[in-house]
């Protein structure tokens, strides 16, 4: 089954996990690891004709995966080589708000030519990712992201530990990114940019070597602007370890089917139980098509006979232990907008308007009756509040919300904490936590065009 190139890739794969078995020093240490924003070009097909003009950190897409310690200062210096300003936002991650990466909010834009030093110290272990936070739904659609994973002190024993960023593109036949379409108010005010081409690490095929018996750590991230990725499955023995970055009881995925809204995780454990040549797909469904967009292959030679019997739950979080009380200062919110939403005006910077007006500004989403973020916040609350979110979806589309500095319970989800969760139209739920990092965050929706277009808020715990 195998060729003579897999078995190569097979033998990189391998030194790889060995490596991945040291925690990073690199980056534990005073020595910052250096992330490097720029404009260039890559070749996402092999033999493509022309490379696709990106934006990308270290000249990757995605951008490295970065390791840093649970609990300890990890110094990342930013570099913008770019030739316009932005920032890097450390998705999920309970940090300092002067870290946060939200230009105008946190810090000032990093301008080009210019750099900022991000000091990590993640109270929590997980899957996380980075992002531009500026004009998000350009520059994250034109590749600026990257996974970051905080590692466990004392992490479940796997063979492989295997990082995938799940990602949409539109491109045009050259595979050029189809730039005529960023701004588009009819994607603004309906689902948002989606694409037409799926990767996988930045690849449109990718295949990931396994041997019979291994026990695979496998860390999904959808790094897309606005798809929901519905991801397929084929493993037997599969359990979901972790949402969001944050440890659940171990459980098997309904019918091999995960569920990822953008800016979601998924860490799941997998052992290989199949025979040496076997294949199984990774599939991303989109309506009634299943595309193959990654695949574990088994090679030649079994690991072991006898499934490993270690446990494989992860170590809690300080997040995920924290206890929610019975009572909460109620803040309602109520999601508006978009196309067929019934929304006739909303107030932007200060002056209500109609939604033809509103489009008019490229504003199609409110939350309270507020478009943007205006002066004031959504709430403000004593540090060790613990707040409710009552969200009522009063629209036509799907919002994936997240919260900054701050993992939450979804009311209809009791016992996971997240930091992203997706609302489905016409839905409602609380999104429940106890406000405890200091300073001015945001809550927005997580598809970067509604974002843009107004769906958007903050909050501040003093
Ligand atoms: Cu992943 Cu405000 O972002
Ligand atoms: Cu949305």
Request: net charge negative; proline share 7%.
């Amino acid at each position: 089954m195998l060729s003579r190139r897999n078995f190569i890739k097979a033998g990189a794969l391998a030194a790889c996990a060995g490596l991945q078995l040291e925690p990073s020093r690199a980056f534990a240490g005073r020595e910052p690891f250096r992330l490097t924003a720029s404009a260039g070009e890559v070749r996402i097909e092999s033999d493509q004709q022309t490379a696709t003009r990106v934006m990308y950190y270290n000249q990757s897409i995605p951008g490295p995966v970065i390791r840093i310690p649970q609990g300890r200062e990890s110094l990342i210096r930013f570099q913008n080589r770019l030739d316009e300003p932005s920032t890097v936002h450390w998705h999920g991650l309970r940090i300092d708000n002067s870290m946060d990466g939200v230009p105008d909010v946190t810090q000032a834009p990093v301008m080009p030519g210019g750099e900022f030093e991000y000091r990590l110290t993640p109270p929590d272990a997980g899957t996380y990712w980075y992002h531009s936070h500026l004009r998000s739904w350009y520059q994250l659609a034109m590749g600026l992201a990257g996974v970051l994973v905080v590692e466990e002190t004392d992490p479940p024993k796997v063979d492989r530990d295997l990082v995938l960023a799940i990602d949409d593109w539109r491109l045009d036949q050259a595979m050029q990114m189809d730039t005529g379409s960023f701004g588009s108010m009819h994607d603004w005010a309906h689902s948002g940019r989606l694409g037409n081409y799926l990767t996988v690490n930045g690849k449109p095929e990718t295949t990931f070597e396994v041997s019979s018996g291994e026990r695979v750590r496998l860390r999904l991230v959808n790094t897309a602007n606005a798809r929901i990725m519905n991801l397929l499955l084929e493993a037997r023995q599969m359990s979901i370890v972790a949402l969001d970055g944050q440890p659940v009881k171990p459980h098997a995925p309904d019918s091999g089917r995960i569920r990822l809204a953008p800016g979601q995780r998924c860490d799941l454990i997998i052992d290989m139980v199949e025979s040496p040549g076997h294949r199984s797909p990774i599939e991303v469904v989109v309506g009634e098509y299943a595309y193959d967009v990654a695949r574990f292959s088994y090679g030649p030679e079994v690991r072991r006979d006898q499934l490993p019997d270690t446990p494989i739950e992860l170590p809690d979080n300080p997040a995920n232990k924290v206890r929610l009380p019975a009572d909460f200062r109620h803040v309602p919110m109520l999601m508006q907008g978009g196309a067929m939403g019934g929304m006739s005006s909303a107030i932007y910077q200060g002056r209500e308007m109609g939604l033809r007006e509103l489009i008019g500004q490229n504003k199609a989403w409110a939350i309270n009756g507020v478009v943007d973020m205006s002066d004031q916040p959504l709430f403000r609350v004593e540090r060790g509040t613990a707040v409710s979110l009552d969200i009522v979806n009063d629209n036509a589309w799907p919002h994936a919300m997240h919260i900054h500095g701050h993992h939450f319970v979804d009311d209809r989800r009791p016992g996971i904490w997240r930091d992203t969760t997706l609302f489905e139209r016409g839905e409602k739920g609380a999104m429940q936590f106890v406000a405890d990092n200091p300073g001015k965050w945001l809550i927005h929706c997580h598809m970067a065009e509604h974002m843009a277009a107004g769906m958007v808020s903050w909050f501040e715990v003093v």
